[in-house]
């Protein structure tokens, strides 16, 4: 038997498959620019009654650069990133300010020079998707609840979560490491934990693919972790995945400690990687509720959904009399 069909067999879902039965079928192409642009789809968030990042300022053009002196002077701490960034590309976070510049997470300082530079970059579209210019957001910089101070090196861990026609269906916890410096970004050497979706206990823990316990920098457990405010981070997942009009979608959030679950952003072609991380597949997960005539409106029933469907229940229940699958 060869490998792909071994894959296929489990239910792992291919990129093939989550390009063409998935994201093509389920996402309008007319609705990517809300998620794609961070701005917008705060906007949406806040709609729908998520608590999203304070919005310190929006760089439209070069003559508005200087803004961030400004900023910085009333607000020390913050985040610059590209409007239409992916994959983490320019992001920069600022924890002081310095006579000749900004200060860094690791300590070193920025000088003015350098730090307008990067946004020049950022608003010639170099971090960003497809081409021509770009904004930057400058947003205050969330506080990762204090549950994670042994298991995020030197940055803000995150919770992504796939929803699929409203109905939350996988979710890992990313956590940042020395080696992906500071980021939680798996690509980068971050480390993937996969999280059991009812009760929100993370499974098992997985870096550069391969299955770890321990985190590589605090050397703490990975798995059988408590991901705070579990129920709020499904709720959120199932409201702002249903309000946008993309069928199938990441939710990227993080529990800060003051403000609680808070939306990142939300990505239309959310990686494949999270099935690593939780050791299933998505296909099985994904068909049933593909099959479902409809899904409810309201976000606890389809929640609800998601918990049976997750362990493996019929879901016969959820179908309202007179519709057939």
């Known amino acids: 038997m060869k490998p792909f ?14 390009n063409l039965d998935f994201i093509a079928a389920y996402n309008p192409r007319r ?40 900023i910085a002077r009333k607000h020390s701490s913050f985040v610059v990133k590209p409007s239409r960034g992916s994959g983490g ?10 006579k000749s510049g900004l200060r ?13 530079y990067h946004l020049s970059n950022m608003l010639s579209g170099m971090f960003s998707m497809g081409d021509g210019s770009d904004h930057v957001l400058i947003e205050e910089r969330l506080v990762p609840h204090s549950a994670f101070s042994k298991l995020a090196f030197g940055g803000v861990p995150d919770v992504r979560v796939i929803v699929f026609r409203g109905v939350p269906i996988m979710s890992m916890l990313r956590l940042p490491t020395a080696e992906s410096d500071g980021k939680a970004n798996l690509h ?20 550069h693919n391969d299955s770890i316990d321990l985190h590589p920098d605090f050397e703490t457990p990975v798995r059988d972790f408590q991901v705070p405010a579990w129920a709020d981070i499904l709720d959120l997942a199932a409201r ?15 529990i ?15 990686g494949i990687a999270i099935q690593t991380a939780n050791l299933r ?45």
């Open 5 to 18: 069909t071994r894959l296929a067999k489990s239910g792992v879902l291919g990129i093939n498959s989550r």
């Open 31 to 70: 609705f990517y620019p809300l998620v794609d642009d961070k701005v917008i789809t705060k906007q949406l968030a806040k709609e729908a009654g998520v608590t999203v990042p304070e919005q310190f300022g929006v760089i439209r053009y070069g003559g508005e650069i200087d803004l961030i002196e400004s």
């Open 89 to 98: 590309g320019g992001i920069m976070v600022f924890n002081g300010l310095a």
């Open 104 to 116: 860094r997470m690791n300590g070193q300082i920025t000088p003015w020079s350098d730090v307008k």
């Open 188 to 207: 980068q050497g971050g480390v993937g934990a996969g999280i059991d979706l009812v009760t929100g206990i993370t499974t098992r823990g997985v870096q």
């Open 240 to 254: 702002l995945g249903h309000h946008i009009g993309l069928g199938y979608v990441g939710v990227d959030i993080v």
């Open 256 to 270: 800060c400690e003051h403000k609680g679950p808070t939306l990142l952003e939300l990505n239309a072609r959310p």
């Open 281 to 325: 597949g998505l296909r099985p997960l994904l068909l049933p509720i593909h099959d479902l005539p409809s899904v409810p409106e309201d976000v606890h029933e389809r929640i609800e959904i998601a918990k049976a469907n997750w362990r493996g229940e019929p879901l016969d229940r959820f179908v309202a009399p007179g519709e057939s699958g």
